[in-house]
């Protein structure tokens, strides 16, 4: 079996370019089995801690959104046929200062994810994130996207995306795999583990 990792760090500079990168691996480490998620805690020095299965790795590259060109860092690990992932990026100010340009961001990186595998039908509702106790930051945008759609095999697959503003910080949480494998139970795991440290 590949390591979907592996063409993930092939990502093309785009959001969108991940997304399309990590429907390529599953095309190609789907197994026949489900599988086993080993959950360990990752902390990172953009801000967040999050439980991820396996032993992650962090690639960092320019990305373009609708405002200018920004740096994001992609912490990623695969298991089987599936994906877990958390994108940082720092903002310019005046992007997280207004909210047309909020909106604009969360809209732009939400439907990249969700053109690259081919969903028709995107359900969003709004996410929630705690700031710790006497933590002067903000959540400013949150939202929850689910939908579902195809991999480079031609099977089904769950992508369920998490994006947040905090600040001047964009974060991007992304589980994608096959309908088998991607349990609501994993799901769950990593999305509510994720927290500002």
């Keep these: 079996m590949r390591d979907p990792r592996a063409a993930i760090s092939l990502a093309k500079a785009t959001p969108s370019g991940f997304v399309a990168a990590c429907v390529v691996a599953l095309g190609v480490a789907a197994t026949a089995c489900n599988p086993t998620f080993n959950w360990r805690e990752f902390r990172s020095a953009d ?76 359900k969003r509702s709004t996410a929630v994130l705690a700031v710790p106790a006497g933590d002067r930051r903000k959540v400013l945008a949150a939202e929850a996207a689910d939908a579902s759609g195809k991999d480079s095999g031609g099977r089904t697959v769950q992508l369920a995306a998490r994006l947040f503003i905090v600040d001047d910080q964009l974060f991007e949480l992304i589980a994608l795999g096959t309908k088998d494998e991607l349990s609501p139970e994993a799901v769950d795991t990593f999305f509510s583990s994720f927290r500002l440290i």
Excluded at 82 to 90: D, E, H, K, R, S
Excluded at 96 to 121: F, H, K, L
Aim: hydrophobic content about 45%.
């Design 47 to 122: 801000g967040f801690a999050v439980m991820l299965p396996g032993r992650p790795q962090t690639v960092s590259r320019e990305v373009k959104l609708p405002d200018g060109v920004v740096q994001m860092s992609m912490t990623s690990t695969g298991i089987g046929a599936t994906l877990f992932a958390v994108g940082a990026v720092q903002l310019a100010p005046g992007i997280s200062a207004e909210q047309v340009s909020r909106e604009r961001t969360i809209a732009y990186m939400r439907d990249a994810m969700m053109r690259n595998v081919g969903a028709s039908q995107v």
